[in-house]
């Protein structure tokens, strides 16, 4: 069976510091790999996906980058950190066509103090 | 946008009463789907339907979907409180999913 796995679960980070947030899937092969972010009671903010190795789609101009090195792994980074950053990071997967049904990870809350 | 808009922010039952969650959204859809967080967590997924469905059935779920007025809706029947979580809808054209803002179910004991 696929499992998703994040981390960290929780980071606490100072402003202006770097970020670096993982997320790698077992059981699947080829996924489409999304990050997402999730501020306090609100909705999901798609940041970026990639439908394979290298490839990134972004959809929101911000000081976040995705990459994603192998075919089953996907990394959120920031070289500075802001306020405005903190919130709750999900990683999710889907296969076939983007608009299949995602499965989520368990989530990373990112405070920046 | 084809944002989907859940209705209501929030609602609030007595353990064994039906929950209903509404949705909608603008464009036109290639499905519709549902998901589930409880606090904290990650989503999870309940149900899909797809455009040319107009009921869909999951033990004690029924999501139904009307394309002519572009929405949805979520029935959890016979709550329990365990069903106590956030309920977002996401809809999709012919690319990616867009979460709506959810609703938050609490299903009191």
């Known amino acids: 069976s696929q499992t998703i796995h994040q981390w960290p679960a929780t980071l606490v980070q100072p402003v202006g510091s770097p970020l670096s947030l993982e997320c790698t899937v077992e059981?699947?092969?080829?996924?489409?790999l999304y990050w997402y972010r999730q501020a306090a009671g609100r909705g999901l903010q798609l940041l970026f996906y990639s439908v394979g190795i290298g490839q990134i789609s972004s959809e929101v101009p911000q000081n976040l980058s995705a990459s994603r090195p192998q075919d089953r792994q996907f990394i959120l980074s920031s070289k500075k950190l802001l306020l405005s950053d903190s919130g709750f990071y999900l990683c999710a997967w889907s296969g076939g066509l983007l608009y299949n049904e995602q499965f989520f990870g368990p989530g990373t809350r990112l405070t920046v103090l | 946008s084809q944002q989907g808009e859940e209705d209501p922010q929030a609602l609030s039952i007595q353990e064994g009463e039906n929950a209903t969650m509404n949705c909608s959204y603008k464009t036109s859809i290639n499905n519709l789907q549902w998901y589930r967080q409880n606090s904290g967590r990650g989503l999870v997924h309940l149900i899909l339907i797809r455009s040319n469905e107009r009921e869909k059935h999951s033990g004690r779920l029924r999501v139904t979907l009307d394309t002519s007025k572009k929405s949805s809706s979520l029935l959890i029947t016979a709550s329990r409180a365990a069903d106590t979580a956030s309920y977002f809808c996401a809809t999709t054209g012919s690319e990616k999913l867009v979460f709506g803002k959810g609703t938050k179910l609490t299903v009191n004991p």
């Open positions: 059981g699947t092969s080829n996924p489409n």
